[in-house]
Structures are given as C-alpha cells and as structure tokens.
C-alpha cells in the first residue's frame, strides 16, 4: 500500500506569514504532487514533479512555490501568505509513466491564513 | 473554465438505492477517466476508472457509464449502504495532459439509513 505523509496536518499563520508544508513518500514514487481543495472547485492542481530537483506548473501556481529536494519529500511554500490561500491542501503520488495511472493521497493538511 | 463539471454537487438517496452521480468533459484529447472517493478528515482514494475505448466498467456496486461522443459518464452506485456516504470526484487525463489530472467539484453524497 502506497504510504504519503504530510506535515504538519493543520497550521494557522497570518498575512505576509511565511510557511512551508511538508510532503513525503516511500514508494519510490517518480510523481509528486500539490493540490488544494475548496468547496466547489475540487482539487485544484498547484505544482508537480517528476523526479529529484524537477518542478512542473500546474493549473493555480500564483503565490506558491516548489522544491522536490529527494525523490520521497516534496515541498510546497508560501513565502507571503495570503487568505486566499486557506485552504485544504493534498499532496500525491503516482509511479512513472507507462505504469499505473492511480495516485496516492496523503491525509492533508489545513492551512488558516488570518 | 472548468474542464470537467459534475452534477449533482449534492446528493442524497436512501439505503438500497441506486446513487448515479453525474459528469461530463471539454476535452475530446482525455482519454483516462478515474473516479475518487473522500471521506471526511481522509485524502481522496481511487474507487474506479474507465479507458475512452470502453463504454462500461464495473467492480461490485460501482459501475461507470461513458459516453464518449457526448462526452459524458456516470458513476452508478447499486443498493446504495450508509459507508458510501463520501464525497466522489470525477477526473480526467489524456494524451496532452501528460502525467496532470484534471478534476471536477466533486458530489457529496449521503446515504440514509
């Protein structure tokens, strides 16, 4: 069972704050993933990677960066946080392409920016 | 824009019921259509996905329904239980799409006992 573990699962910061999440995988995954969930619009992809020292754009990347520092942990930052950034956010994983398309979830983590 | 729409966003149908949760797509490109199930304080977990060369796919009490030229599915849930209450996501891939999926809002769904 593939096993994603994200740190810290609930964090509260104010504008202008600087945060960083945490995400980590033990798979051997070569996909790593950042969602953020709000009601209405699901899960909204931030950023991705593909391997070590690799950071793709996703769909909603304003404001937040990246950093896939091994091939298990994966960062999301927010070096001036906003309150439009609260919000549920996902990490993922998934094997290499060719293999299966499933993606592996972690539990999340619940960001307040006051 | 959203690439991929659901409807209902809320759904509520009672024990042995049939739940049919609905959703449709833009792009002709997606090919790889899985559908995810959350529960609450829970990160979403693969239930069932279907290929654009299928129409049907079934697995126990899930079974999705895919209409490739309206570009519309279906997630049809049979004798509906209380533990399938959840939020269900559809999502799509395709070959311009390379590794990325592209989801939907989601339906929440209830089942009464």
């Known amino acids: 069972e593939a096993a994603v573990t ?88 998934r094997p290499g392409l060719g293999d299966s398309y499933e993606q592996y979830f972690g539990p999340g983590t619940r960001l307040t920016v006051l | 824009q959203q690439q991929v729409r659901q409807s209902p966003q809320s759904l509520t149908v009672w024990e042995g019921e049939t739940a049919i949760l609905n959703c449709s797509y833009e792009d002709s490109t997606f090919n790889y259509f899985p559908w995810y199930q959350q529960f609450p304080g829970e990160g979403p977990a693969l239930l069932i996905s279907i290929r654009s060369v299928s129409d049907k796919k079934e697995d126990g009490r899930f079974t999705i329904f895919f209409n490739k030229r309206e570009k519309k599915l279906s997630l049809h849930i049979t004798d509906s239980q209380p533990g399938d209450s959840a939020t269900y996501f559809c999502a799509a891939s395709g070959v311009n799409a390379g590794a990325k999926l592209t989801f939907g809002g989601g339906t929440r769904l209830t089942v009464r006992p």
């Open chain 1, 6 to 93: 994200q740190s810290p699962r609930n964090k509260v910061t104010v504008t202008g704050g600087n945060v960083t999440l945490s995400c980590r995988q033990t798979n051997s995954h070569n996909y790593m993933y950042w969602y953020r969930q709000d009601t209405g619009h699901g899960l909204r992809l931030i950023h991705y990677s593909y391997g070590a020292g690799n950071l793709q754009i996703g769909d909603v990347p304003d404001g937040y960066k990246a950093t896939r520092t091994t091939q298990e942990d994966f960062f999301l930052l927010l070096e001036l946080a906003s309150p439009s950034q609260t919000s549920l956010y996902f990490c993922a994983s």
